[in-house]
């Protein structure tokens, strides 16, 4: 591979206009240049390149085309975004990927003004390029918003609602389809990019409207000429078009484009410049192309911790997703109307081994939490065992399915929670810090917070086969320690016997606090419950000076403020020093210095501590 020194070409752009410049020829030199520097680094940062290698092309024909200075471009997840940082004037600081501090891994209007819009979940590009559309028509302001959006983000229903919105008020937007999921031969797509370039050309149009307005004006049977050409149309572009849903909406629809031709892209996007009508670009790429190992395994480079270049090897373990899967299964074994939902996520949550295993009782719906929830709800009351397994961040999105389908009605359901917590170098749009404070306002719904290994697999054994009742059990990116539990699933382990102080730690927090406690005169809880509490536990507690609660979720409404409003109701003189994420944006970073800056690491730990010691807070 060539050195990042070499790449002679993006090293000079430091904008749009810059690449602009370059000929046909150097534009495919320049994407090899982009393939480089995205696997050198990504290599050390981590994040997602497969996607990203996918759309070099594409990338580069956007901006060929469009001006971002005054253009909005929307990108869906914004996974797909590497590629546009760039081109837009942040190759240099390109190494700092993912770090606090450094570029962002999704797009950011904060870091620069070619990003149109923040996101991190899926399908929801279009809604905010439609949004933005409304805001300029009433300021009166023209320019083009494209929204691009992958045929995996299409699996979620509110790009549908988006989709049903443009097409019915005929609003000129640009979607961009980058499918990468199938593949197309040469003579189709060829007839297929013909059509498209006919049909989006002025000429055509405009014959299309003056024949059909001439066949109209035909005495006695001129209606039904004209009536029938439209029917003929119609046939024969259902039986050409590979894809009529998007006409049916209210789309053009142009393509299937090959999607690593810089110059077939460019034509495509100026016709569909010109037609001030909705429009959707069909384009076929290649997830991880050029680089082997991501070509050959697309859904493990997705979303990849640091690698080996040569051979494409992680370095990096996401152990808590494997001992939840691998219990599942054993679980499943014994009991054959245990089902494994996932909304798309089958790697990342650690499934792929129950989908070899049981795949008739393994359901991916797609980006589709909210689908994923209620059909889970349809499951239960059906009388099998769905277990849903989901990161933190996504549950937020199908909120009003757990209250409505799932905690109504007290219905079996279990939520394994994945990425609970901070997670890290995804930053703000994926940490898993909401779920507490949510979870906790939803009526039947218990919450498990492990804190070891041995607990995760316990804690799924009790909600399956115990359990009667919606139950949520978190759990970290990380790997949990290895620590037999000791006493039942709904009481807290005390670890430390009663004191003035006394601490409580939920999760992945009670392995620090540990350390912290140690030679220090507190009392320390285990409370791998969150919900319901053990009163037992509380009841001693309220005769305490100081409880000291430390949860890795947002501290408002969280795990500590119910422990302070269950003193408050009962009178009780303990005063509660919650401590947990502040309910501001944490940054990207590790998760070291985000724990850090939350007042969760041990040095913070341990000062928060000591000051209730010495009577600091009284």
Known sequence: MTEKSELRLLKNIGSPEDMRKLSKEELYELAEEIRQQLVTTVSKTGGHLASNLGVVEMTIALHRVFDLDTDRLVFDVGHQSYVHKLLTGRAERFDTLRQKGGIAGFPKTEESPYDAFNTGHSSTSISAAIGIMRAD??????????????????????????????????????????????SISDNVGGLSRHLAKMRSARGYRSFKRGFSKLLKHIPLIGKWLSDRFEGLKNRIKYFILPNVLFEELGFTYLGPINGHDIEALTEVFEHAKQMDKPVVIHAITRKGKGYEPAEKNPEKFHGIGRFDISTGESKTTFGNSAVFSD??????????????????????????????????????VGIAEQHAVTMAAGMAIAG?????????????????????????QDLKVVF???????????????????????????????????????????????????????????????????????????????????????????????????NVCRDLNVGLYNARCIRPMDEAALEKLSHAHYVVTVEDGVVNDGFGAQIAAYMSRIGSGARVVPVGVPNRVIEQGTVAEQDDECGLSEEKLLETIKGCMGGIYA
């Open 416 to 514: 394994g929670i994945d990425r609970a917590g901070l997670v890290g170098a995804d930053g703000e749009t994926h940490h898993g810090i909401y779920d507490i404070s949510y979870l906790m306002t939803l009526p039947n719904m218990k919450i498990l917070s492990p804190s070891s290994k041995e607990e995760l697999r316990a804690c799924l054994d009790w909600a399956v086969k115990e359990n009667d009742s919606p139950c949520a059990i978190r759990y970290n990116r990380g790997v949990l320690p290895e620590r037999e539990m000791s006493g039942e699933i709904l009481s807290w382990e005390c670890i430390k016997p009663f004191r003035s102080v006394c601490v409580v730690a939920t999760g992945r927090m009670l392995d620090p606090v540990m």
């Open 384 to 408: 099998v065992k769905p277990v849903f397994c989901v990161y933190s961040s996504f549950l937020q999105r199908a909120f009003d399915q757990l209250v409505h389908d799932v905690c109504l």
């Open 327 to 364: 219990e599942l299964c054993r679980l499943a074994e014994e009991d054959p109307d245990l089902v494994a939902i996932t909304a798309a996520m089958a790697s990342g949550t650690g499934l792929d081994s129950f989908k070899e295993r049981f795949p008739d009782r393994f359901f991916d």
């Open 137 to 182: 028509a009433l300021k009166g302001v023209k320019r083009n918003v494209i929204a691009l959006i992958g045929d995996g983000a299409l699996t979620g229903g509110m790009a549908y609602e988006a989709l049903d919105d443009v097409g019915q008020q005929k609003l000129p937007l640009i979607v961009v389809l980058n499918d990468n999921e199938m």
